[in-house]
């Protein structure tokens, strides 16, 4: 069965710093792994995707993340923490490249403090 | 930029009333989703329509929970009667199938429903 676990619920920084959201995997296939964020009553917004090209990619707003098979990971980064990345994150797993169906973590909050 | 559409935005009803959800995907889309996301978790896929097609509706309580696609553009999803554990965001999503956009799904705003 195909999962995602992201570390974290919750996690605060102030602005300006880095972000480093986590997230892993398993899959008994080759995933396709993308990251959404979610603001406050608003629906789901695609930030980024891996589909078996790059393993480092690059996303919306500054963020980026990076696949490493090896650790079953695809965590999100960006430099520096603006005041509207607050916001709800989810890491989304689509576990082989045929189907369709996309198994969410439980999302991690982020938190940006003035 | 082309969305998806859902109404109403928010929904308050009473426990064992009807209520109905509706959904009009980015046009062209011929797969559309919905999910239900309880809050403080991931969304839940309910169901998949593969243009007026059913997919998967493994996860869809169907003995209260109907969802339907008849032309194959929009979509309604409905609860009858609601109870009070139904109380959730519902979104609807969809994806094309060609290209470099295969299988990205595109999330509506949601409808927030409550269940008193």
């Known amino acids: 069965a195909q999962s995602v676990t992201q570390l974290d619920s919750h996690v605060s920084v102030s602005e300006g710093t880095p972000v480093l959201l986590r997230c892993n995997y398993s899959?008994?296939?080759?995933?396709?792994l993308f990251w959404y964020v979610q603001h406050p009553n608003k629906g789901l917004q695609l930030l980024l995707k891996?589909?078996?090209?790059?393993?480092l990619v690059k996303g919306i707003n500054g963020f980026e993340a990076e696949f490493k098979k090896s650790e079953t990971s695809f965590h999100l980064t960006k430099p520096s923490a603006h005041m509207s990345d607050a916001a709800e994150y989810f890491c989304?797993?689509?576990?082989?490249?045929?189907?369709?169906?996309?198994?969410f973590g439980p999302g991690t909050r982020l938190s940006v403090l003035p | 930029e082309a969305e998806v559409a859902q109404s109403p935005r928010y929904k308050i009803t009473e426990k064992s009333q009807a209520v109905a959800f509706w959904c009009d995907p980015i046009s062209g889309h011929a797969t559309l989703y919905w999910y239900r996301q309880i809050l403080g978790q991931g969304p839940e896929l309910l169901v998949q329509?593969?243009?007026?097609?059913?997919?998967?509706d493994s996860q869809l309580p169907k003995d209260r929970f109907s969802a339907e696609r008849l032309k194959g553009v929009d979509s309604t999803l409905k609860i009858q009667p609601a109870e009070l554990g139904d109380s959730a965001m519902y979104l609807c999503a969809s994806s094309g199938n060609r290209g470099a956009y295969k299988y990205e799904q595109y999330f509506g705003p949601g409808t927030r429903l409550t269940v008193t």
């Open positions: 899959s008994s296939y080759s995933p396709s």
């Open positions: 329509f593969q243009d007026e097609s059913v997919v998967d």
């Open positions: 989304v797993v689509r576990p082989d490249n045929y189907g369709q169906n996309f198994v």
């Open positions: 891996y589909t078996s090209a790059a393993t």
